[in-house]
């Protein structure tokens, strides 16, 4: 939650005058994204944001001051001022906007006019008469004066008061309802208005699809033993036997992943915290040993409900419901595509058993329960969807160490699931280690493992199945280490190879209806996560397909 004695920037009274929302995002969760609008703006703003040399003083020679910078703890507001002219002893604040001239009556929204007023509002508390400023629209290259008359200042000030009563209260307010504004907003993919709007309605609604820049950064894997990585200047470099084998621009780098003995420099290390990306460290095997993270980003109100719902053990049952359900349902629906219904209809019959039963536990250790007998016929089928002869027997699920090559390649899939969960979460502010239907455990991300869940069958499972039955995993992939089964380096390269290809796999979402990639539905599960535990949303909808 933001200080209620801090002062509002400028820029975020005009973004509350916007949508409230949009304000609570950026303002108090500390979310940003950016886009053309708002990459374009700072090319507009590159001149008028170097400040001038000088003070603001009563000197008729001075003429104009740029990027000026005031703050009034009465008016409880601090915010830089593009521009302000001097003219007949009247400062005149000018502030730029990218885009042209609106055709309304005032022509300039009201957003800008209330935060232009609140900067002649600074100004004449900072001693200058100040009666009106302007718009530049850069695009229109055209002035529009603003007036500050009694209404817009009035106007102005009950922004501020009511953006700070918001901020008081502890919760994200609701989205705007089909709102033109949503589509060319930068933090549509953030705030899933539409989708929010939907599981609130009790009715069916449509869901505009969701139009988010497209995903430039992907996360890096070294895989080679000895291996280390380092930094030369925006290049992440990857060499073995001191020979530079790879480079990767930081700016495509989302995390990086090093499995065994890779060396990490401080220097690419420090580079990526700054960048926001993590380092995540796994044994030879894949299992998640540890992680570097940046520091936390946003405000802690995402940790605060994830520790209220843990407390409740009502809506922590109701959120490991939604999750085990999804999870049953999307089992079922691998085994129909792999077996056919006539193939396994004992099997498909038992797991919509389990799905109805999921509602009806009263108790964790029921739903437990409900899921431990799911798994055991979700993984009786498991051999059957094999069809690679005898190299690879599948009995039954194993792991730590997993004994077989069909497990070794599951558990290595889950772990590199896991690890993106745990991507996804620290990027809506949430906890990975305080799991809600996972017990917590020293050491464990049990609210990633929470998450993955629902995509263990539609991501994990069904690349293992792919790459074991087309041949991309063969039997040199893999190598016996006394009583388990691990996969070799090029192996691990393989599976990767099919993971990151599933995850690119653009799928029509069931419940939303528009197209996007599993990883971006990761990223909207975690973000729904987030919104129920904040009480946005009042259920969480699982992930399924049909």
Same mark, same amino acid.
């Given at each position: 939650m933001a200080d209620e004695a801090a002062q509002i920037p400028l820029r975020m009274v005009n973004e509350f005058v916007y949508c409230p929302r949009?304000? &609570?995002?950026?303002?108090?969760?500390?979310?940003?994204?950016?886009?053309? +609008?708002?990459?374009?703006?700072?090319?507009?703003?590159?001149?008028? +944001?170097?400040?001038?040399v000088g003070a603001m003083e009563d000197?008729?020679?001075?003429?104009?001051?740029?990027?000026?910078?005031?703050?009034?703890?009465?008016l409880g507001v601090v915010g830089t001022l593009d521009l302000v002219e001097r003219a007949a002893g009247e400062a005149i604040p000018v502030d730029y906007k990218r885009g042209r001239v609106p055709n309304v009556p005032e022509r300039a929204y009201d957003p800008e006019r209330v935060q232009l007023c609140l900067q002649g509002l600074l100004l004449r508390e900072a001693g200058f008469r100040c009666e009106r400023g302007y718009l530049y629209f850069a695009a229109s290259r055209t002035r529009v004066e603003v007036p500050f008359h009694d209404d817009l200042i009035t106007a102005a000030l009950r922004a501020v008061a009511e953006a700070r009563v918001l901020t008081a209260t502890g919760r994200i307010p609701p989205p705007l309802e089909d709102s033109p504004k949503c589509p060319r907003c930068s933090l549509v993919g953030i705030c899933l208005p539409d989708e929010t709007n939907a599981l609130r309605a009790t009715e069916p609604r449509q869901v505009r699809p969701l139009v988010v820049p497209a995903e430039v950064?992907?996360?890096?894997?070294?895989?080679?033993?000895?291996?280390?990585?380092?930094?030369?200047?925006?290049?992440?470099? =990857?060499?073995k036997d001191r020979a530079v084998v790879d480079e990767v621009r930081l700016i495509d780098c989302s995390h990086l992943s090093v499995f065994g003995n890779v060396q990490v420099s401080t220097q690419a290390? !420090?580079?990526?915290?700054?960048?926001?990306?993590?380092? /995540?460290? /796994?044994? /030879?095997?894949? &299992?998640?040993?540890?992680?570097? =993270?940046?520091?936390?980003?946003?405000?802690?109100?995402?940790? =605060?409900?994830?520790? !209220?719902? &843990?407390?409740?053990?009502?809506?922590?049952?109701?959120l490991a419901r939604s999750i085990v359900e999804g999870k049953v349902r999307n089992q079922r629906t691998l085994v129909r595509r792999s077996l056919g219904k006539d193939g396994a209809s004992r099997e498909l019959g038992q797991l919509a058993f389990f799905v109805n039963q999921c509602s009806r536990v009263r108790s964790a250790d029921e739903l437990l329960g409900v899921e431990g007998m799911a798994a055991r016929t979700y993984f009786a089928c498991f051999a059957r969807m094999l069809r690679v002869g005898s190299d690879f027997?599948? *009995?039954?699920?194993?792991?730590?160490?997993?004994?077989?090559?069909?497990?070794?390649?599951l558990s290595f899939l889950? *772990?590199?699931?896991?690890?993106?969960?745990?991507?996804?979460?620290?990027?809506?502010?949430l906890d990975p280690g305080l799991g809600l239907f996972h017990t917590l455990r020293l050491g464990r991300p049990s609210l990633a493992l929470d998450l993955a869940e629902e995509f263990r069958p539609l991501v994990a499972d069904s690349v293992a199945l792919s790459a074991l039955n087309t041949g991309e995993l063969e039997k040199e992939h893999f190598v016996q280490r006394g009583a388990g089964v691990a996969l070799t380096d090029d192996g691990r390269r393989a599976v990767i190879k099919a993971y990151e290809r599933r995850m690119s796999t653009t799928i029509v979402h069931d419940l939303f209806g528009y197209s996007a990639s599993y990883r971006r539905v990761l990223a909207i599960q975690a973000r729904l996560l987030a919104r129920y535990l904040e009480a946005d949303i009042p259920s969480y909808p699982a992930f399924t397909t049909r």
């Amino acid at each position: 939650m933001a200080d209620e004695a801090a002062q509002i920037p400028l820029r975020m009274v005009n973004e509350f005058v916007y949508c409230p929302r949009l304000f &609570w995002l950026e303002y108090v969760d500390r979310e940003f994204a950016d886009s053309y +609008d708002t990459v374009d703006g700072r090319r507009v703003h590159r001149n008028v +944001d170097r400040p001038s040399v000088g003070a603001m003083e009563d000197d008729e020679e001075l003429r104009d001051l740029r990027s000026v910078t005031l703050s009034s703890e009465r008016l409880g507001v601090v915010g830089t001022l593009d521009l302000v002219e001097r003219a007949a002893g009247e400062a005149i604040p000018v502030d730029y906007k990218r885009g042209r001239v609106p055709n309304v009556p005032e022509r300039a929204y009201d957003p800008e006019r209330v935060q232009l007023c609140l900067q002649g509002l600074l100004l004449r508390e900072a001693g200058f008469r100040c009666e009106r400023g302007y718009l530049y629209f850069a695009a229109s290259r055209t002035r529009v004066e603003v007036p500050f008359h009694d209404d817009l200042i009035t106007a102005a000030l009950r922004a501020v008061a009511e953006a700070r009563v918001l901020t008081a209260t502890g919760r994200i307010p609701p989205p705007l309802e089909d709102s033109p504004k949503c589509p060319r907003c930068s933090l549509v993919g953030i705030c899933l208005p539409d989708e929010t709007n939907a599981l609130r309605a009790t009715e069916p609604r449509q869901v505009r699809p969701l139009v988010v820049p497209a995903e430039v950064a992907g996360p890096v894997y070294v895989v080679d033993p000895g291996a280390s990585v380092g930094k030369s200047e925006d290049v992440l470099q =990857i060499k073995k036997d001191r020979a530079v084998v790879d480079e990767v621009r930081l700016i495509d780098c989302s995390h990086l992943s090093v499995f065994g003995n890779v060396q990490v420099s401080t220097q690419a290390a !420090r580079a990526l915290l700054e960048r926001g990306s993590a380092v /995540f460290y /796994f044994s /030879f095997g894949g &299992w998640l040993n540890g992680m570097t =993270i940046p520091p936390a980003g946003h405000s802690l109100d995402a940790r =605060i409900a994830q520790h !209220r719902c &843990w407390a409740d053990p009502e809506r922590s049952l109701a959120l490991a419901r939604s999750i085990v359900e999804g999870k049953v349902r999307n089992q079922r629906t691998l085994v129909r595509r792999s077996l056919g219904k006539d193939g396994a209809s004992r099997e498909l019959g038992q797991l919509a058993f389990f799905v109805n039963q999921c509602s009806r536990v009263r108790s964790a250790d029921e739903l437990l329960g409900v899921e431990g007998m799911a798994a055991r016929t979700y993984f009786a089928c498991f051999a059957r969807m094999l069809r690679v002869g005898s190299d690879f027997v599948f *009995a039954d699920r194993n792991r730590r160490p997993p004994r077989d090559p069909v497990n070794a390649t599951l558990s290595f899939l889950y *772990a590199l699931l896991v690890r993106d969960c745990v991507a996804a979460l620290l990027a809506v502010g949430l906890d990975p280690g305080l799991g809600l239907f996972h017990t917590l455990r020293l050491g464990r991300p049990s609210l990633a493992l929470d998450l993955a869940e629902e995509f263990r069958p539609l991501v994990a499972d069904s690349v293992a199945l792919s790459a074991l039955n087309t041949g991309e995993l063969e039997k040199e992939h893999f190598v016996q280490r006394g009583a388990g089964v691990a996969l070799t380096d090029d192996g691990r390269r393989a599976v990767i190879k099919a993971y990151e290809r599933r995850m690119s796999t653009t799928i029509v979402h069931d419940l939303f209806g528009y197209s996007a990639s599993y990883r971006r539905v990761l990223a909207i599960q975690a973000r729904l996560l987030a919104r129920y535990l904040e009480a946005d949303i009042p259920s969480y909808p699982a992930f399924t397909t049909r």
